[in-house]
């Protein structure tokens, strides 16, 4: 007989296992909404997704109409995520309080998962390291550190409460990069990456409920917002909502790189048929000079710059919206 066995905990018992069937089983990762799925949550229809695969395509400007309300629902997209709960709870009548609610529940039970599913050397560790996210999020270089976890924090202590969490699947980790050649696992400088939660609502849902509101009435993407938390956090939210754009576009190995002297960073590179290509993400619309200077290696065929412009193309630079990021 057939057998389905579904639950968030089941990547937590992975080392409990004493047998396996290996070759009967098939594997279905089943994640929380992504920004196409929230789309149809809000009533978007098939087609105007369908337009913007095309605009996408083309390389055309989206029509102004379009392009600022996709940017609204994209803020809110980061404002709820995409856990099913939630997003049902925000629709339709748009209660941004209900759906917090639900999301800072959701929160809880996630370090209740921790303390009842991981060993007892691992359990606060693992916790401490989970919280630690926005704060990671929040420094100017987002590589995971251990100091920031816990003052004199190593990687002795929390490296195996780190994969602990990447294998319960609660958060995943984007790697660094010495070199920007394919492929790019073998340059692949182990232990330097950057944590990720897997759902954007639930990082939104580890800072205080102002900021949601600062996010929602951020009508200008551009702009330096006036919120002081905000104006600490941006950087950080939209790189976080890209990574897990990207990760539920399909690419599950993620790199960055950024080099000693912090003079070279590039948030993302995706790896397809025409090779390496770099992604970056900007909140505003500033000129992108790392993708500008890394772009004139020979061998990348083209690079990304998300941002809250418009469509463009700039010799092998492409800009696309933020919302565009599904469909990379």
Same mark, same amino acid.
């Given at each position: 007989?057939?057998?389905?066995?579904?639950?968030?905990? #089941?990547?937590?018992?992975? *080392?409990?296992?004493?047998?396996?069937?290996v070759?009967?089983?098939?594997?279905l990762?089943?994640?929380?909404?992504?920004?196409?799925?929230f789309?149809?949550?809000?009533?978007?229809?098939?087609?105007?997704?369908? !337009?913007l695969?095309?605009?996408?395509?083309?390389? =055309?400007?989206?029509?102004?109409a379009?392009? =600022?309300?996709?940017?609204?629902?994209?803020r809110?997209?980061?404002?709820?995520?995409?856990?099913?709960?939630?997003?049902?709870?925000?629709?339709?009548?748009?209660?941004?309080?209900?759906? &917090? @609610?639900?999301?800072?529940?959701i929160?809880?039970?996630?370090?209740?998962?921790?303390a009842? /599913?991981?060993?007892? &050397?691992?359990?606060?560790?693992?916790?401490k390291?989970?919280?630690?996210i926005p704060?990671? #999020?929040? %420094? @100017?270089?987002h590589?995971?550190?251990?100091?920031?976890v816990?003052? %004199?924090?190593?990687?002795r202590?929390?490296?195996?409460?780190?994969?602990?969490?990447?294998?319960?699947?609660?958060?995943?980790?984007?790697? *660094?990069?010495?070199?920007? @050649?394919?492929?790019?696992?073998?340059h692949?400088?182990?232990?330097?990456?950057?944590?990720?939660? *897997?759902?954007?609502?639930? #990082?939104?849902?580890?800072? &205080?409920?102002?900021?949601?509101?600062?996010l929602?009435?951020?009508?200008?993407?551009?702009?330096?917002p006036?919120?002081?938390?905000?104006?600490?956090?941006k950087?950080?939210?939209?790189?976080?909502?890209?990574?897990?754009?990207?990760?539920?576009?399909?690419?599950? =190995?993620?790199?960055?790189?950024? *080099?000693?002297?912090?003079?070279? @960073?590039?948030? /993302?590179?995706?790896?397809?048929? &025409?090779?390496?290509?770099p992604? =970056?993400?900007?909140?505003?619309?500033?000129?992108?000079?790392?993708?500008?200077?890394?772009? %004139?290696?020979?061998?990348?065929?083209?690079?990304?710059?998300?941002?809250?412009?418009?469509?463009?193309?700039?010799?092998?630079?492409?800009? !696309?919206?933020?919302?565009?990021?599904?469909?990379?």
């Open positions: 007989m057939d057998v389905v066995a579904s639950g968030s905990a #089941l990547g937590m018992a992975y *080392n409990r296992v004493r047998s396996y069937p070759g009967s089983v098939e594997y990762d089943m994640d929380a909404l992504d920004f196409e799925e789309l149809w949550a809000h009533g978007v229809e098939d087609a105007v997704v369908d !337009l695969r095309g605009y996408f395509l083309r390389r =055309e400007m989206v029509p102004p379009i392009h =600022e309300t996709m940017l609204r629902y994209l809110r997209y980061m404002v709820v995520g995409g856990m099913p709960e939630v997003v049902d709870k925000f629709f339709p009548e748009r209660d941004y309080l209900a759906a &917090d @609610e639900v999301q800072r529940r929160y809880r039970d996630y370090l209740a998962d921790i009842r /599913f991981s060993s007892p &050397d691992i359990k606060i560790k693992a916790e390291c989970y919280q630690s704060l990671q #999020l929040s %420094k @100017e270089n590589k995971f550190q251990y100091s920031v816990e003052k %004199k924090g190593t990687a202590k929390f490296e195996s409460s780190l994969d602990w969490l990447l294998g319960a699947n609660m958060a995943f980790a984007v790697t *660094n990069v010495g070199f920007v @050649e394919y492929p790019l696992k073998a692949a400088l182990e232990g330097n990456v950057r944590l990720y939660p *897997n759902d954007i609502g639930l #990082l939104m849902a580890a800072y &205080d409920y102002g900021l949601k509101k600062a929602i009435e951020d009508g200008d993407f551009a702009e330096m006036g919120n002081i938390l905000l104006r600490t956090a950087g950080g939210l939209y790189e976080a909502l890209v990574a897990e754009m990207l990760t539920k576009a399909g690419h599950r =190995e993620l790199f960055f790189y950024r *080099n000693e002297q912090g003079t070279a @960073e590039m948030e /993302f590179f995706l790896e397809n048929t &025409d090779g390496v290509v992604v =970056e993400v900007k909140a505003g619309r500033k000129a992108s000079k790392s993708l500008a200077n890394l772009l %004139k290696k020979e061998d990348l065929p083209y690079g990304y710059k998300l941002a809250s412009q418009n469509v463009g193309v700039q010799g092998k630079q492409v800009t !696309l919206p933020l919302y565009m990021t599904f469909l990379l």
